[in-house]
């Protein structure tokens, strides 16, 4: 058992009484100043509704600035981003679907962006649709294939971008510095193929399997 002494040294039954009033106090206050200056909540959809600044609603990808990664694909937590790489169209495609209708808006995909400028949190907040298929943004990139076996090497905007990152020290790897002369339609480099791997293969868009492979028997 407490004493009373120590009962008012920790609070113990002696303020009860103050809960009581003082909220009330507080609460006819917050009344009165409601009633003078009107509702809190906006009047959303009579009137437009302006979002507070960085406010995160639907995420959208910006073409110009995606150069195809799949980062954002990586690290979404929701995994509502599927990619699919069309290998056989011509030229061979990737697609990233961004279904947003899964999306929990924490902008995990923009943080991650390598360019920081592919996708972006809108300030979009009204999504209500009719049919759930078409909650979907899209950005669709040309792939890079490899030279040997013809899978997928990386979107070819990504591989020039990395080229253009890398500088001069691009020219340590033909995969990259091949991919940024190809932007400048510098193709007269493509060497045929043989039927065995020789060291001219080295000199070639290549995935890090057969470069490996290569490297290793040449
Ligand atoms: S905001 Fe989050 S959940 Fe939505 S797509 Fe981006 S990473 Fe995924
Ligand atoms: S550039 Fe940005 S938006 Fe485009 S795929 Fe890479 S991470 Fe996603």
Known sequence: MLCSSKKRAYGIGTTNEKDMRYPKLRELAEAIRALIKGPYTSRFPFRPHVPEKRF????????????????????????CIKVEDAVDASPPMR????????????????????????????????????DRKDAVESVEKELVLCEVCGCVVGAKEHLEWVA?????????????????????KLECLKLERTKELTRQ?????????????I????
């Open 201 to 213: 293969d080295r000199i070639k868009v290549l995935c890090p399997k057969c470069r490996r492979e």
């Open 56 to 79: 995160r609603g639907k995420p959208e990808y910006h073409k110009d600035g995606c150069v195809g990664c799949k980062a954002c694909y990586e690290v979404c937590p929701a995994g």
């Open 95 to 130: 697609r990233l679907d961004l279904h947003y209708d899964s999306c929990m808006f924490c902008g995990q995909c923009q943080a991650a962006c390598i360019t920081q400028e592919g996708i972006k949190l809108s300030d979009k907040f009204d999504l209500a649709l009719f």
């Open 164 to 184: 253009k990152k890398l500088g001069p020290l691009a020219y340590s790897s033909p995969t990259s510095y091949l991919a940024a002369l190809k932007n400048l």
């Open 215 to 218: 490297t290793l028997e040449t």
